[in-house]
Structures are given as structure tokens and as C-alpha cells.
């Protein structure tokens, strides 16, 4: 009788966190939608079923709520300093990493294999334009001349697009998704939107940028004309 009454208070308090998590990521995306919505413009933005949102506007302008400390420090940073930035990466277990404009690179908790493509590539002085990753060791490094990635089969299914649709241009990894852009087309797998599907499809915006979590999604063109669903 106790383990039952044990386990049905376990379950219930896993319950209430889970709800508390989803509220709090639903005001958190609220703040950044309503930012994006009062810019009218967005390059890009770090979407998270429940570790926070960023967007990005114009140089260096931003909308942030809920992401771990770290994060929201060096964004703040670099907005400061008016340093340019470029793209944001986020996971839901908290690894993220900021692409700023002068090739320079911040992150915790990124992949060890990742961090050292990431360090060769900017010995070699390569222009990284995407960075993507997810908390199960899976990533996609896009430079202006190379594709890296975690493993042979995302490798393959990456450079297999090309084939079709032209140069890589972005990527999105999740815990449970992957979509990649391409000059003239896209490819992905696991659980992408349908909405997405259909707004990719049928939008006129040359898209570049292209975040998914859940059935969440942004894409944006490289002059932060963007479309989303959040």
C-alpha cells in the first residue's frame, strides 16, 4: 500500500513539474513572439520545447526568456559590445552555442567531436554560417566550402540533398528531428511539422534560416523576412 501511495506521488510531482516547465516555456515564447511581432523583421531565433527562446533582429538586437544563464549572459555581452550575431543554438538539455559575425564562436556543452571540427575549422580561417546539435551527440557544421557531421549516415543524407537541390545553406538538429536547407530545396526526418512542411511548400521567402521544437517552427529569409508557427 505504501509503494503504491509512493508511486502515485512520484508520478504526480512529475506531473505538476512537467506542467510548471510548459507554462513557464509558454510565457518565455510569448515574450519573443510578441518581440518578433513588434520588429517586424527576424534573422533568426533559438527555439526550445522547454529551456527558453531567443530571437535575433538587425545586428545585434535580441528577445530572450528563460535560457540558461550562460547563454543569456554572452548575448547580453555581445549586444553590449556590439558585436554582430549571427546565429543562436539552444537544446533542451541546455547545451547552446552563439555564431557571431566575426567568425567567432561561444558555446558549453557542445559534443567533443564537434568542439574540435569547430576548432579546426577556424584555424583554417573556413566562414562557418551554420552550427547545429542536439543532447544525444548528433551535429552538422556548414562552412562556406565544407559539410561536417557526427556521423556517416547524417553525412550521407546531407550531401545527398545537394545532389538535388544545391549548396547546404542550414541545418536544425533536435532531440527528435533534422532538417536541412539547401539552395533550392530542403530534406529532413523524424518529427518535423506538418505546418511546416506546408509553409516551406508554399512560401514566396527565399529562406536561409530554419528552427523547429515540437511542432514550433521559424524559417527566415537573409534579409529577417521570416514566417512562423509558435
Keep these: 500500500m505504501k509503494k503504491n501511495l509512493l508511486w ?11 506542467t510548471a516547465s ?9 515574450y519573443v513572439k510578441n518581440a518578433i ?13 522547454y529551456n527558453g527562446n ?15 544563464k550562460g547563454l543569456t549572459e554572452t548575448i547580453e555581452k555581445f549586444h553590449r559590445e556590439d558585436v554582430y550575431i549571427d546565429d543562436v543554438h539552444l537544446t533542451e538539455g541546455g547545451r547552446w552555442l552563439v555564431l557571431d559575425g566575426m567568425n567567432g564562436l561561444t558555446w558549453y556543452g557542445i559534443p567533443y567531436s564537434l568542439e574540435s571540427k ?9 566562414d562557418i554560417t551554420s552550427v547545429t546539435f542536439d543532447d544525444n551527440g548528433n551535429w552538422i557544421v556548414i562552412t562556406q566550402n565544407y559539410v561536417a557531421s557526427s556521423s556517416a549516415d547524417i553525412q550521407n543524407f546531407v550531401m545527398a540533398g545537394s545532389e538535388e537541390y544545391g549548396q547546404v545553406w542550414s541545418a536544425c538538429i533536435t532531440n527528435d528531428a533534422m532538417i536541412v536547407v539547401y539552395e533550392e ?4 526526418v523524424g518529427n518535423v511539422p506538418d505546418s511546416l512542411l506546408s509553409a516551406l511548400n508554399e512560401t514566396t521567402l527565399d529562406y536561409y534560416r530554419i528552427k523547429i521544437a515540437g511542432t514550433s517552427w521559424f524559417f527566415a529569409d537573409r534579409d529577417g523576412y521570416y514566417q512562423y508557427f509558435m
Design 8 to 18: 502515485l506521488l512520484v508520478v504526480l510531482f512529475m506531473a505538476l513539474g512537467t
Design 185 to 188: 530545396g530542403y530534406r529532413y
Design 37 to 49: 511581432d513588434g520588429w517586424n523583421e527576424c534573422r533568426s531565433v533559438a527555439i526550445t520545447k
Design 54 to 68: 531567443v530571437a535575433l533582429y538587425g545586428t545585434n538586437g535580441y528577445a530572450m526568456s528563460g535560457c540558461p
Design 22 to 30: 510548459d507554462a513557464q516555456n509558454a510565457q518565455s515564447r510569448q
Design 118 to 126: 569547430l576548432r579546426e575549422y577556424s584555424s583554417d580561417g573556413e
